[in-house]
């Protein structure tokens, strides 16, 4: 991750979702599939179609859910625990990657347009799900 973040964005939560041998696809992967949290529907979406790639490049999957902090609480004490964001996400991926690395990050932000920027390389391999426009 870029070290030159803006103030207002915390990165909290990077913890493995699923347990998995390490011989098996993504280990120590030279590529990361960046999967970006929109809606549950969006996600699981996304997230499958990410296995898919992250199994043809021998990628690890990085799940990235910005949680967006009021101003009205601290940027480190969100409203909803991030814990309880971590765990709903685990179950969403253990149910469509049983074989692969998946990496939940989750960041603290004031703004979402704001935080992916800050956090993600340049020339990211990155998934957004959503409805087909």
Known sequence: MSESR?????????????????????????????????????????????????????????????????RQFSITVPPVPTTFTEQRLQS????????????IRVCLCRDKEQCLPNVLEPESIILVGGKRR
């Open 92 to 103: 969403l991926a253990a149910a469509g990657c049983e074989d692969l690395e998946i990496v």
């Open 6 to 70: 803006k103030p207002g964005l915390l990165t909290v939560g990077e913890q493995m979702a699923i347990p998995v041998p390490r011989e098996c696809s993504g280990f120590d992967a030279k590529f990361e599939v960046n999967v970006i949290f929109t809606t549950w529907l969006g996600a699981q979406v996304a997230l499958h179609t990410a296995s898919k790639w992250a199994r043809c490049l021998g990628a690890r999957i990085v799940r990235w859910f910005p949680q967006i902090v009021p």
